[in-house]
């Protein structure tokens, strides 16, 4: 059987720089969970995420219930993670976390819809498109 590749996402930043990666705390297969603030509805609190493209494990979101629009957050300076756009989902906005610490380029969206699973990994010509046609 042939071995199979995946995406980790090792450095990720808020748009202040911030880096998400969490060293501390929940790990997944032995990587670092990436990690946001998640605020709304009575939540207010660290979720951290699979590192792994198309992983959708995570840690630290009891309470925060499905359907639901939440605001997603640096933890460490609160400052809202941009929208990229709209989610496929209807309802959703996609949130970008940058994978470069300055500049345009690679990002992660993740959708604010508790549940959504259509985030996705964005390359710099992908991100380049959706602010040409906003």
């Given at each position: ?7 980790v996402?090792?450095q ?18 032995g ?12 939540v207010d ?11 959708d494990r995570k ?8 359907g639901k629009?939440?605001?997603l957050?640096c933890?460490?300076?609160g400052?809202d ?5 709209a989610?496929?989902c209807g309802?959703?906005r996609?949130?970008s ?9 690679e ?6 819809l ?6 996705r ?5 992908e ?7 906003d």
């Open positions: 059987m042939a071995d199979r590749a995946f995406i996402i090792t990720a930043y808020c748009p202040n720089g911030h880096d998400l990666v969490a060293y501390e705390g929940d790990r997944f297969d990587f670092p969970g990436v990690t946001v603030k998640v605020v709304g509805h009575g609190q660290l979720v951290h995420l699979s590192p792994m493209h198309g992983d840690s630290g979101d009891d309470g925060i219930e499905a629009q939440y605001e957050r933890p460490e300076c400052v993670l941009p929208t990229f756009g989610c496929d309802s959703g996609l949130r976390i940058s994978l470069m610490r300055e500049g345009v380029g990002i992660v969206a993740l959708c604010d508790a549940g959504c699973r259509r985030s990994v964005c390359d710099g010509l991100t380049l498109a959706a602010f040409i046609d």
